[in-house]
């Protein structure tokens, strides 16, 4: 198995609301990424998580046995 990293960009008209995102995500998980900024009349917060790959890698040969 491998770790994933998630990303999510936060976005919201009001610091009070990005606030409110910011928790949620934190409480499942989620990791603050960088400074939050504002631009265009919101606010943004950038976050991310890891997590396992549940894909798992199998080894086989051309005969059918595995080495």
């Given at each position: 198995?491998?770790?994933?990293?998630e990303?999510?960009?936060l976005a919201?008209p009001y610091?009070?609301?990005?606030?409110e995102?910011?928790?949620r995500?934190?409480a499942?998980?989620?990791?603050?990424?960088?400074?939050?900024?504002?631009h265009?009349?919101e606010?943004f917060?950038?976050v991310?998580?890891t997590?396992?790959?549940?894909?798992r890698?199998?080894?086989s040969s051309?005969?059918?046995?595995?080495?």
């Amino acid at each position: 198995m491998s770790q994933v990293n998630e990303y999510e960009l936060l976005a919201a008209p009001y610091p009070a609301e990005l606030s409110e995102a910011i928790n949620r995500r934190l409480a499942e998980g989620w990791s603050l990424c960088g400074s939050p900024f504002a631009h265009a009349g919101e606010v943004f917060q950038a976050v991310v998580r890891t997590k396992q790959d549940d894909k798992r890698v199998r080894r086989s040969s051309g005969d059918g046995k595995l080495a």
